[in-house]
């Protein structure tokens, strides 16, 4: 799968499945890795503002998150791989 990201001129781009891998810190409250508080994306640690929509699957978590830096991301948890991947990112304007 790859992450699809929108280019300078606003053209869309693929980025390599390999690099949506991502570090997040988890609340943990009831359960392990309940909810993201922070992520880091290309070096950049990002504080989530708000968790927008969140759903769960057999074996894996999406979380639809506001970033501190205004823009809105998409991460899936796989719980059986113990790892946290970037889907999407959109302007937050954009919905």
């Known amino acids: 799968m ?3 990201a929108r280019d300078q001129w606003g ?3 693929k980025i390599d499945s390999r690099l949506k ?3 997040v810190s988890c609340y943990s409250g009831y359960k392990a890795d309940e909810r993201p ?3 880091t994306v290309r070096g950049r640690k990002l504080m989530v503002e ?3 929509d969140r759903w769960y699957g057999v074996n ?3 979380f639809k998150v506001l970033a ?3 823009k809105i991301y998409l991460i899936r948890y796989d719980q059986d791989e113990g790892q946290w991947t970037l889907e999407k990112i959109t302007d937050s304007k954009m919905g």
């Open 2 to 4: 790859s992450l699809e």
């Open 11 to 13: 053209g869309i781009m």
């Open 21 to 23: 891998v991502i570090q």
């Open 37 to 39: 508080i922070d992520f």
């Open 50 to 52: 708000e968790i927008i």
């Open 60 to 62: 894996h978590s999406y």
């Open 68 to 70: 501190n830096d205004q």
